[in-house]
């Protein structure tokens, strides 16, 4: 069966790390969809006289938050189709809450839910200081806005999104990433989504 993954979260707790780790030992299109549509945002944001780091401003959330996203699930969609393992890294906060969407996906892939096992890892940590800290530790400049306007910015790092897609509960996986990424954690992880 094809694997479908969600590796979902706040910023800095780790999604992509996480991923990343799993992706050693189960092969897949690695789709984040910061890298899909980071340098395409940042333009159209410079284009606009506004922050390039800026994914928290009205203009982002009405004109390019959903391009990102859709373009996401559109290379997904092309990687299911071609019998891929997909691992998807990004919030994914109003596709989650919306059931028709991975429906929709799933169909546009040609396959169907017996094809695809779809599987969401919400990725947290323990305390909002180590997620600061690792925001400022992966340094990028996407994340200069987060860091200078953290008094508005800081969010909850144990938020569990609503998740409303018809999947098992046993498909989702609460995944605390505080401390280090042991290859024991890892190795539970990898068995979560093989199961």
Same mark, same amino acid.
């Given at each position: 069966m094809q694997k479908l993954v969600f590796f979902v979260g706040v910023a800095g707790t780790g999604k992509t790390t996480v991923a990343e780790k799993a992706t050693e030992q189960?092969?897949?299109?690695?789709?984040?969809?910061?890298?899909?549509?980071?340098?395409?945002?940042?333009?159209?944001?410079?284009?606009? &006289?506004? &922050?390039?780091?800026?994914?928290?401003?009205?203009?982002? !959330?009405?004109?390019?938050?959903?391009?990102?996203?859709?373009?996401? +699930? &559109?290379?997904?969609?092309?990687?299911?189709?071609?019998?891929?393992?997909?691992?998807?890294?990004?919030?994914?906060?109003?596709?989650? !809450?919306? +059931? !028709?969407w991975l429906e929709d996906v799933i169909a546009a892939s040609g396959k169907s839910k017996e094809d695809i096992d779809v599987k969401v890892v919400v990725v947290t940590l323990a305390d909002i200081e180590q997620q600061r800290k690792r925001i400022e530790e992966r340094g990028t400049v996407r &994340?200069?806005?987060?860091?200078?306007?953290?008094?508005?910015?800081?969010?909850?790092?144990?938020?569990?999104?609503t998740i409303n897609w018809d999947i098992p509960e046993d498909h989702i996986e609460i995944f605390d990433n505080s401390g280090d990424l042991t290859e024991d954690k890892v190795t539970k992880l990898v068995g979560f989504i093989n199961k």
């Open positions: 189960i092969p897949c299109a690695f789709l984040d969809r910061d890298t899909v549509g980071g340098r395409f945002v940042e333009r159209f944001l410079e284009m606009n &006289d506004l &922050d390039p780091n800026d994914r928290d401003s009205s203009f982002y !959330k009405e004109n390019l938050r959903d391009l990102e996203y859709d373009t996401t +699930k &559109d290379i997904c969609i092309e990687n299911l189709r071609v019998g891929q393992n997909v691992f998807m890294i990004s919030p994914f906060t109003a596709e989650l !809450k919306n +059931k !028709k &994340d200069s806005w987060k860091l200078d306007n953290w008094g508005d910015y800081e969010t909850r790092v144990d938020f569990v999104p």
